[in-house]
């Protein structure tokens, strides 16, 4: 590992020590406020989805006009408590961190963790225990300080090579390509997208996803998920863009003119929370998650403030399945 790359991960490792107090954004307060607020249905995992449920936690209410989505960010305090009696957890940063944390609770039946956030779809089909639903719709880019002679398109191709450590040099700048810490739903889904199976030697590794701060010489690039840079050059949340831009692949734009998401745009995924498929027939989970006429899919409002696109009748579908 060499100095930049030590500087970028202990810069991303900085962020998450400062805890709370960092992550607050603008307009979404970071994990349950107060976090002594134990909700009905508590959740963790995705650093992608991690602001607009907690926007989501704060207008998905019962009857009684109760809160009902305790979410915890990606990255804060070491540790969160989730539930009134015990559940002391590790903080999941990540998808894969967030999925595995609810199958150990499922698992030992400890009641601590009632869905994930996921930015990925199922990476083990082998099973049905547990049900990905979609809720919104996302797309990953590729970013580029806005300082940097690099091309603002890159074909599928350019990106497969720059990432298997082929292509090392563009216009005559060096390139670093990024890539974020390995529970990071983006990364999978980035990778997959651009046909890399095993990144190159060349790959600087471990730095916290959405965050265009680690871009800090000409050559960087990183994969970014479209409506988090929406939602933070809006200011709806806590601003972590430093100078990156997004790029284009293959000529199509991940944004419209009105910085909306280009449903053209190649690389378009569906975020989802995951739930234990046992308990998708539990009123409070079917009522908030399953369905288009949910409590989540209602509130489109919500999502696409938060940058997302709305996936209309296939919000809250129910017909993906796995194992994590």
Do not use: H
């Not at 806005?146 to 292509?167: G, H, R």
């Not at 970014?224 to 933070?232: D, E, P």
Request: with cysteine; charged share 15%.
């Amino acid at each position: 590992m060499n100095v930049k790359s030590r500087a970028r991960i202990g810069a991303a490792l900085g962020v998450a020590a400062l805890g709370l107090g960092v992550a607050l954004a603008p307009a979404a307060q970071a994990d349950p406020n107060p976090v002594t607020q134990y909700r009905t249905l508590a959740g963790t995992g995705s650093d992608t989805t991690q602001d607009v449920l907690n926007g989501l936690g704060n207008v998905v209410v019962n009857a009684l006009g109760q809160k009902i989505i305790a979410s915890w960010d990606a990255t804060g305090s070491a540790t969160v408590k989730t539930k009134a009696t015990g559940c002391v957890i590790n903080r999941p940063n990540g998808s894969s961190a967030g999925i595995d944390a609810l199958r150990n609770a499922v698992d030992t039946n400890s009641g601590c963790l009632d869905f994930a956030r996921s930015s990925r779809g199922p990476a083990d089909t082998s099973t049905t225990d547990l049900t990905w639903i979609p809720f919104a719709k996302d797309a990953v880019s590729w970013a580029k300080r806005s300082d940097s002679t690099l091309p603002s398109d890159l074909t599928a191709t350019q990106l497969k090579d720059i990432y298997e450590c082929n292509l090392t040099t563009l216009n005559g700048v060096a390139l670093t390509p990024i890539l974020p810490q390995s529970n990071s739903g983006t990364r999978q889904f980035f990778l997959s997208s651009i046909g890399v199976t095993t990144p190159g030697a060349c790959v600087q590794q471990g730095v916290q996803e959405n965050d265009g701060t680690v871009l800090d010489s000409a050559g960087d690039v990183a994969p970014y998920s479209v409506a988090s840079y929406t939602a933070q050059e809006k200011g709806v949340v806590t601003n972590r863009r430093g100078a990156a831009v997004l790029g284009s692949v293959g000529t199509v734009a991940p944004r419209n003119a009105d910085k909306t998401l280009n449903l053209s745009f190649p690389y378009l995924r569906d975020v989802y929370n995951v739930v234990p498929t046992a308990k998708l027939t539990n009123a409070t989970v079917a009522s908030t998650f399953v369905g288009s006429t949910s409590k989540v899919c209602a509130a489109t409002t919500t999502i696409t403030n938060y940058g997302f696109g709305s996936l209309g009748t296939a919000c809250g579908a129910t017909t993906v399945k796995g194992e994590r």
